[in-house]
């Protein structure tokens, strides 16, 4: 089911809405997951492929066509090529991960803020083409893309984080922009959600621990101050 805004196709109802106010089921089958990014959304299927629809801002689609040229759209998911049997996709505002059976992470669209973990070719700043992140451990689980940074989570509770850390949504315990995979101090981390520009962990423990900006006490925090 989608509902929200449909301005750039991105709830997959196959046309253009302002907006869709009760939630409207999608002709989609065999979703095993679905990720909603600023104005795409991404389905994984059982089957490991991987879906996009929605704004195209930086082929963040992970398709270039004539048809869905950087900075068009489509209402009508469409396959997303190079990603491998996918347990996960994660949509960003202009960027897209995914983490395939073989715990390989392949990320495309936007690389400003070093969001997709991997350098690109030239003076490329984008790319529709999806591609493995090559200083990342073959053994990641789980990953989550935040508004331009991202996390990853090994199997044994190991934690990944690159990208935009003006609000040291990274939890790496300044505010430097990484442009690859580094791995963070804490440990046995069971789950990982990033948000805009904040971050949290769930503990094998039961603990949730918090990263980043905490306007609006976004991180539970009685604070105002970044974390």
């Not at 809405?17 to 299927?45: I, Y």
């Not at 209402?75 to 049997?85: E, L, R, S, Y």
């Not at 790319?127 to 996390?151: E, F, Q, R, Y």
């Not at 984080?161 to 990274?170: E, K, V, Y």
């Amino acid at each position: 089911y989608g509902g929200g805004r449909n301005d750039k196709g991105q709830l997959g109802l196959h046309e253009y809405s302002d907006k869709v106010e009760t939630p409207v089921k999608l002709a989609m089958n065999n979703v095993n997951s679905v990720s909603a990014g600023k104005d795409h959304t991404l389905f994984t299927m059982f089957d490991g492929n991987v879906y996009a629809v929605g704004s195209n801002e930086k082929g963040k689609l992970g398709v270039l066509t004539d048809d869905i040229p950087e900075g068009g759209s489509t209402p009508i998911p469409i396959f997303v090529a190079n990603t491998g049997a996918t347990i996960k996709a994660s949509a960003g505002n202009s960027h897209s991960l995914a983490v395939g059976y073989g715990r390989m992470v392949t990320s495309w669209g936007s690389n400003e803020d070093g969001r997709l973990g991997r350098e690109l070719t030239g003076e490329q700043t984008w790319t529709a083409t999806a591609d493995i992140l090559p200083k990342i451990p073959s053994t990641i689980m789980d990953v989550s893309a935040g508004g331009d940074h991202n996390l990853a989570l090994e199997y044994n509770g190991v934690l990944y984080s690159w990208g935009n850390n003006r609000d040291g949504q990274l939890g790496l315990g300044n505010f430097e922009q990484v442009n690859e995979p580094t791995q963070m101090s804490l440990h046995a981390v069971s789950k990982i959600s990033a948000g805009y520009d904040h971050s949290l962990f769930l503990t094998n423990a039961g603990n949730v621990y918090t990263a980043g900006d905490n306007t609006d006490g976004r991180m539970g925090l009685d604070t105002r101050e970044k974390i």
